[in-house]
Protein backbone atom coordinates (compact mmCIF):
# COMPACT_ATOMS: atom_id res chain seq x y z
CA UNK A 1 0.00 0.00 0.00
CA UNK A 2 1.32 3.38 -1.05
CA UNK A 3 2.12 5.98 2.14
CA UNK A 4 0.06 8.61 0.61
CA UNK A 5 -3.09 7.69 -2.29
CA UNK A 6 -5.25 10.53 -4.00
CA UNK A 7 -7.39 10.11 -7.06
CA UNK A 8 -5.59 11.85 -9.64
CA UNK A 9 -8.33 12.93 -11.74
CA UNK A 10 -9.02 15.07 -13.18
CA UNK A 11 -12.22 16.38 -11.57
CA UNK A 12 -13.81 18.37 -14.26
CA UNK A 13 -16.53 20.44 -12.74
CA UNK A 14 -18.60 23.52 -13.77
CA UNK A 15 -18.54 26.96 -11.70
CA UNK A 16 -20.29 26.89 -8.70
CA UNK A 17 -20.10 23.47 -7.99
CA UNK A 18 -19.22 21.71 -4.70
CA UNK A 19 -16.22 18.95 -5.16
CA UNK A 20 -14.47 17.16 -2.86
CA UNK A 21 -11.23 15.50 -2.59
CA UNK A 22 -10.00 12.08 -0.23
CA UNK A 23 -6.60 11.27 0.53
CA UNK A 24 -6.03 8.22 2.19
CA UNK A 25 -2.57 7.24 4.24
CA UNK A 26 -0.86 3.93 5.54
CA UNK A 27 1.34 4.68 8.78
CA UNK A 28 -1.41 5.20 11.43
CA UNK A 29 1.42 7.29 13.58
CA UNK A 30 1.07 10.31 11.22
CA UNK A 31 0.85 13.47 13.10
CA UNK A 32 0.39 16.48 10.66
CA UNK A 33 -1.77 16.61 7.39
CA UNK A 34 -1.38 19.16 5.09
CA UNK A 35 -3.21 20.50 1.19
CA UNK A 36 -0.92 21.80 -0.68
CA UNK A 37 -2.21 23.45 -4.31
CA UNK A 38 0.29 23.36 -7.35
CA UNK A 39 -0.41 25.69 -10.46
CA UNK A 40 0.33 24.56 -14.00
CA UNK A 41 4.73 24.84 -13.98
CA UNK A 42 4.89 26.43 -10.10
CA UNK A 43 6.25 25.67 -7.31
CA UNK A 44 3.53 24.15 -4.47
CA UNK A 45 1.81 26.34 -2.20
CA UNK A 46 0.42 25.46 1.43
CA UNK A 47 -3.52 25.53 1.15
CA UNK A 48 -4.17 24.44 4.70
CA UNK A 49 -3.17 22.57 7.44
CA UNK A 50 -5.56 19.43 8.43
CA UNK A 51 -6.90 19.69 11.95
CA UNK A 52 -8.17 16.93 14.25
CA UNK A 53 -11.29 18.72 14.69
CA UNK A 54 -11.41 20.03 10.74
CA UNK A 55 -11.22 23.41 9.76
CA UNK A 56 -12.32 25.84 7.36
CA UNK A 57 -11.08 28.63 5.39
CA UNK A 58 -13.59 30.57 3.13
CA UNK A 59 -14.61 28.52 0.36
CA UNK A 60 -12.30 25.65 1.85
CA UNK A 61 -12.88 22.95 4.17
CA UNK A 62 -10.97 19.96 5.23
CA UNK A 63 -11.53 17.16 7.57
CA UNK A 64 -9.30 14.21 9.15
CA UNK A 65 -10.82 11.07 10.02
CA UNK A 66 -7.74 9.42 11.86
CA UNK A 67 -9.65 5.93 12.73
CA UNK A 68 -10.25 5.61 8.87
CA UNK A 69 -6.90 7.45 7.81
CA UNK A 70 -8.09 9.47 5.46
CA UNK A 71 -8.02 13.40 4.81
CA UNK A 72 -10.70 15.13 2.73
CA UNK A 73 -11.14 18.70 0.92
CA UNK A 74 -14.06 20.06 0.33
CA UNK A 75 -14.12 23.03 -2.15
CA UNK A 76 -17.58 24.93 -2.26
CA UNK A 77 -19.00 27.41 -5.33
CA UNK A 78 -15.71 26.25 -7.31
CA UNK A 79 -14.36 28.99 -9.07
CA UNK A 80 -12.09 28.99 -12.56
CA UNK A 81 -8.82 30.14 -10.31
CA UNK A 82 -9.58 26.72 -8.22
CA UNK A 83 -8.23 24.85 -11.35
CA UNK A 84 -5.26 23.09 -9.91
CA UNK A 85 -3.42 20.01 -8.84
CA UNK A 86 -4.27 19.52 -5.08
CA UNK A 87 -1.33 17.31 -3.23
CA UNK A 88 -2.43 15.01 0.04
CA UNK A 89 0.73 15.78 2.24
CA UNK A 90 1.50 13.70 5.60
CA UNK A 91 4.09 13.66 8.62
CA UNK A 92 4.61 10.05 8.39
CA UNK A 93 6.63 10.27 11.83
CA UNK A 94 7.35 12.55 14.16
CA UNK A 95 10.88 15.10 14.30
CA UNK A 96 12.67 15.42 11.25
CA UNK A 97 11.40 12.69 8.90
CA UNK A 98 10.23 14.44 5.61
CA UNK A 99 6.40 15.08 4.63
CA UNK A 100 4.94 12.27 2.09
CA UNK A 101 3.40 13.79 -0.35
CA UNK A 102 0.83 12.95 -2.98
CA UNK A 103 1.32 12.57 -6.63
CA UNK A 104 -1.91 15.38 -6.43
CA UNK A 105 -5.24 15.07 -7.45
CA UNK A 106 -6.38 17.60 -10.54
CA UNK A 107 -9.31 19.69 -10.89
CA UNK A 108 -10.87 21.98 -13.99
CA UNK A 109 -13.09 23.99 -13.41
CA UNK A 110 -15.06 25.11 -16.09
CA UNK A 111 -17.74 28.41 -17.32
CA UNK B 1 9.74 37.55 6.93
CA UNK B 2 11.39 34.04 5.92
CA UNK B 3 12.16 33.69 1.91
CA UNK B 4 13.43 31.21 0.05
CA UNK B 5 15.11 31.63 -3.16
CA UNK B 6 16.15 29.89 -5.83
CA UNK B 7 18.21 29.93 -9.25
CA UNK B 8 18.49 29.70 -12.19
CA UNK B 9 14.83 29.30 -12.94
CA UNK B 10 15.36 27.68 -16.17
CA UNK B 11 18.03 25.40 -17.23
CA UNK B 12 19.02 23.36 -20.83
CA UNK B 13 22.57 21.54 -20.31
CA UNK B 14 24.42 18.74 -22.92
CA UNK B 15 24.35 15.42 -21.29
CA UNK B 16 27.49 14.97 -19.25
CA UNK B 17 27.58 18.46 -18.47
CA UNK B 18 28.24 18.92 -14.74
CA UNK B 19 25.09 20.62 -12.56
CA UNK B 20 24.96 22.93 -9.45
CA UNK B 21 21.80 24.39 -8.59
CA UNK B 22 21.78 26.54 -5.42
CA UNK B 23 19.23 27.61 -2.64
CA UNK B 24 19.15 30.22 0.04
CA UNK B 25 16.70 30.77 3.09
CA UNK B 26 16.65 34.25 4.52
CA UNK B 27 15.29 35.06 7.73
CA UNK B 28 15.43 32.21 9.65
CA UNK B 29 18.32 30.52 11.15
CA UNK B 30 18.76 26.50 11.07
CA UNK B 31 15.87 25.39 8.88
CA UNK B 32 15.45 22.14 7.17
CA UNK B 33 16.07 21.93 3.90
CA UNK B 34 15.15 19.85 1.01
CA UNK B 35 15.43 19.13 -2.71
CA UNK B 36 12.61 17.70 -4.43
CA UNK B 37 12.39 16.55 -8.89
CA UNK B 38 8.97 16.45 -10.38
CA UNK B 39 8.98 14.92 -13.81
CA UNK B 40 6.45 15.99 -16.19
CA UNK B 41 3.23 15.17 -15.43
CA UNK B 42 4.47 13.34 -12.20
CA UNK B 43 4.82 13.80 -8.34
CA UNK B 44 7.08 15.21 -6.24
CA UNK B 45 10.47 13.02 -5.98
CA UNK B 46 12.32 13.67 -2.52
CA UNK B 47 15.98 13.57 -3.32
CA UNK B 48 18.29 14.68 -0.26
CA UNK B 49 17.12 16.58 2.76
CA UNK B 50 19.40 18.28 5.54
CA UNK B 51 18.41 18.95 9.19
CA UNK B 52 22.20 21.03 10.01
CA UNK B 53 25.36 22.02 8.40
CA UNK B 54 26.96 19.64 6.64
CA UNK B 55 24.21 16.25 7.18
CA UNK B 56 22.89 15.27 3.99
CA UNK B 57 20.13 12.63 3.72
CA UNK B 58 19.38 10.66 0.43
CA UNK B 59 16.04 9.29 0.28
CA UNK B 60 17.28 7.37 -3.64
CA UNK B 61 20.44 6.15 -5.24
CA UNK B 62 21.05 8.48 -8.49
CA UNK B 63 23.47 10.34 -10.09
CA UNK B 64 23.09 13.62 -7.73
CA UNK B 65 24.45 14.69 -4.49
CA UNK B 66 23.69 17.37 -2.38
CA UNK B 67 25.52 19.64 -0.40
CA UNK B 68 25.06 22.27 2.69
CA UNK B 69 27.98 24.38 3.37
CA UNK B 70 26.35 27.16 5.25
CA UNK B 71 23.41 27.00 7.66
CA UNK B 72 20.89 28.43 5.08
CA UNK B 73 22.23 27.15 2.01
CA UNK B 74 21.63 23.85 0.03
CA UNK B 75 23.36 22.76 -3.18
CA UNK B 76 22.02 20.20 -5.60
CA UNK B 77 25.21 18.91 -8.10
CA UNK B 78 25.86 16.12 -10.20
CA UNK B 79 29.38 15.64 -12.19
CA UNK B 80 27.47 14.32 -15.60
CA UNK B 81 24.30 14.62 -16.20
CA UNK B 82 21.90 12.55 -17.65
CA UNK B 83 18.65 12.47 -20.09
CA UNK B 84 16.74 11.17 -16.95
CA UNK B 85 18.04 13.96 -14.99
CA UNK B 86 15.44 16.14 -16.68
CA UNK B 87 12.51 17.89 -14.39
CA UNK B 88 11.71 20.13 -12.76
CA UNK B 89 13.59 20.93 -9.12
CA UNK B 90 12.21 22.19 -6.01
CA UNK B 91 14.16 23.38 -3.00
CA UNK B 92 11.98 23.77 0.32
CA UNK B 93 12.49 24.77 3.63
CA UNK B 94 10.33 24.20 7.31
CA UNK B 95 10.83 25.74 10.41
CA UNK B 96 9.77 22.84 12.53
CA UNK B 97 8.72 19.37 12.07
CA UNK B 98 4.71 19.95 12.43
CA UNK B 99 4.76 22.90 9.79
CA UNK B 100 4.39 22.40 6.64
CA UNK B 101 7.12 23.00 4.05
CA UNK B 102 7.99 26.56 1.56
CA UNK B 103 8.89 25.63 -1.82
CA UNK B 104 11.25 28.13 -3.90
CA UNK B 105 10.03 28.88 -7.07
CA UNK B 106 12.16 25.89 -8.58
CA UNK B 107 14.36 25.34 -11.80
CA UNK B 108 13.42 23.86 -14.72
CA UNK B 109 16.18 21.34 -16.06
CA UNK B 110 16.38 20.09 -19.51
CA UNK B 111 19.01 17.82 -19.91
CA UNK B 112 19.35 17.56 -23.78
Known sequence: RKEVEQDPGP????????????????????QSFFWYRQDCRKEPKLLMSVYSSGNEDGRFTAQLNRASQYISLLIRDSKLSDSATYLCVVNTFSGNTPLVFGKGTRLSVIA | SQTIHQWPATLVQPVGSPLSLECTVEGTS?????????????????????VGIGQISSEVPQNLSA???QDRQFILSSKKLLLSDSGFYLCAWERTGLSG?????????TVV
Open chain 1, 11 to 30: FNVPEGATVAFNCTYSNSAS
Open chain 2, 30 to 50: NPNLYWYRQAAGRGLQLLFYS
Open chain 2, 67 to 69: SRP
Open chain 2, 101 to 109: YTFGSGTRL
